[in-house]
């Protein structure tokens, strides 16, 4: 008698692209995956660096990074010290790219989760934020401290931008 073939079922993942604009912003998200995302969860993340140049350049990378697989989320993490204007908007819902924003920079995004004031310039928020950090701010380590996942879902609730990152992160919808 022939051996019967056991399938196996296969399980369909969420897929989801995140790219910052920098080296801090891809450590970031990278520590924010570490602590939202498990083997196992139906979720895969790829995270990207777009290597900066403005908001243009940051979501044409993300649409060009989202050619080589299908996607069923797409998200751009980047500053808002550049001005979006409404044709980066306009062409980043036209490829279902959700914008994430950090005010005015990546560190001043962070200072705002720690619950401290933020300067409005982004050389004083680097300057303000580096020396707290353990490590570099390349590194995904250098967060693990202050951005732990108690204090990130305890102010996710007051910002918004944090809240629909760590939706599209772990698969939810995001704007």
Known sequence: MAKRKTTRTRVV????????????????????????????????????NAYGKGPEHVIEKVTRYARNADFKLKAALLDEDIPWSPQIIQYAKRNRVSLIGSSPCLEGF?????????????KTCKDKLHPQLPGKPTLSSSYAGLF?????ETRRSVIEDLENLIKILTGGAGR
Do not use: M, W
């Open 148 to 152: 732990s996942k108690a204090s990130l």
């Open 13 to 48: 993942l969420k897929t989801v692209l995140l790219v910052g604009e920098g080296h801090s912003e891809k450590a970031f998200l990278e520590h924010l995956k570490s602590l939202y995302i498990s083997r196992g969860c139906g979720v895969h993340v790829t995270i990207r």
């Open 110 to 122: 962070l200072l705002k989760i720690l619950n401290q004031p933020v300067p409005d310039v982004c």
